[in-house]
């Protein structure tokens, strides 16, 4: 199960909470996070940690 912020854009695959420019410097280390649902991911944490706040 692939990551909801894991999405096909113009720049290709990515997580779509970060820039293109930081996603290809930290691809190699975010994708298994994204291919696992996002599960141990920090970045999506804190996107769903800031949602549940509003």
């Known amino acids: 199960m ?3 912020m894991y999405r096909s854009t113009a720049d290709g ?5 970060i820039p293109p420019e930081e996603w290809r410097i930290s691809r190699a280390q975010l994708e298994k996070y994204c291919n696992n649902g996002g599960s141990g ?8 940690s800031a949602r549940g706040k509003s």
Do not use: D, E, K, V
């Not at 991911?41 to 769903?48: F, N, T």
């Open 2 to 4: 692939r990551c909801p």
């Open 13 to 17: 695959t990515r997580c779509i909470l």
């Open 41 to 48: 991911c920090s970045i999506y944490a804190r996107y769903m």
